[in-house]
């Protein structure tokens, strides 16, 4: 067993490290899980949409919840109003639900639209009609939605131009942001930028960093498919996701961001990393180094 502090934590703000529960083999029996996220010191673990098996196991131990997947996500965004309706119920009890079995939590969610293919400002109203209809029992509960900007297919809210439309129209103080850095650096947008203009709206943070690939991106730009190149493992031709400190974030600067703005929440490592994926002790070395990585910045 480690025998630093008890809790793994930044160096810079003091933020608790922990990691997002994988759908792998070795994470699927809870009890073994958290005895070697204990053992090593992680005092934060991101969990799905099954958080009324899950949660209790958790705070028993003590170990925190970061997030939790919020229950519903495409039916929010659909074009059909009875699906809609049905999603916002759904959803409605679900944050109740958790409300009452675990307290204030952040629901975790990216804004996928049911048919990619309609046009993004009419997703876009489904979206915002949704999650206003959602604002009052998320703030009845002390709960927040945190979306990250994954830009998956039709994806909204993952540039700077589609969250501030957003919050401009459902501006409850429950909406807010799930800070991705590795998104953003793959779209090309700055990242601590965007950090100091929402701050403010970050509710949880991912550890996950891209490494930008430069002979990827003259060979092949932005714009056209490789013919030939094949996309790396959990990147493309130009870019690939890492483990803190195997990109370009620069973690204490964005951790000095998020202090300077009180942000309370933690830092939860989403291991998407071809160098690491894929076997259990690999798996386990890569959420390991990027703890020791972040605890150093």
């Known amino acids: ?40 010191r992680f005092g934060v673990i991101d969990i799905g949409a099954d958080t009324l098996q899950t949660a209790k196991p958790l705070l028993e131990q003590g170990v925190r919840i970061g997030s939790v997947d919020l229950l519903e996500w495409q039916g929010m965004i659909s074009p059909d109003a009875a699906k809609r309706a049905d999603a916002v119920a759904r959803n409605t009890a679900y944050i109740k639900d ?29 979206m915002v009609e949704s999650f206003a209809q959602l604002a009052p029992a998320l703030e009845a509960s002390h709960a927040r939605i945190a979306i990250e900007g994954w830009p998956g297919p039709g994806a909204l809210c ?48 991912h550890g996950k960093d891209t490494e930008l690939l430069d002979e990827g991106l003259y060979l ?18 130009s870019w690939r996701y890492t483990i803190p400190g195997h990109g370009v974030t620069r973690w204490i600067e964005t951790f000095k961001i998020l202090a300077k ?37």
């Open 1 to 40: 067993m480690n025998t630093k502090s008890s809790i793994a934590q930044t160096r810079t703000g003091g933020f608790p490290i922990g990691f997002r529960r994988m759908g792998c083999e070795w994470q699927k029996d809870l009890g073994t899980l958290l005895r070697w996220a204990k053992e090593e």
């Open 98 to 126: 958790c409300a009452a079995a675990a307290g204030p939590l952040n629901h975790f969610i990216v804004m996928l639209p049911e048919k990619p293919e309609l046009p993004r400002a009419e997703n876009f109203g489904y």
């Open 158 to 205: 993952c540039t700077p131009e589609g969250y501030k439309a957003f919050f401009d129209k459902c501006p409850s103080p429950a909406f807010g942001v799930n800070y991705d850095p590795s998104h953003l650096l793959r779209m090309g947008i700055d990242p601590l930028r965007f950090l100091r203009e929402f701050a403010s709206r970050v509710y949880h943070v």
């Open 220 to 237: 092949y730009g932005h714009e056209q498919p490789a013919t030939y190149a094949k996309n790396r493992g959990y990147g493309a031709v």
């Open 261 to 297: 703005a009180g942000y309370k929440g933690a830092v939860s490592i989403e291991l998407e990393d071809e160098n690491f994926n894929g076997k259990p002790e690999t798996e386990k070395a890569g959420f390991l180094y990027g703890r020791d990585f972040l605890e150093g910045c």
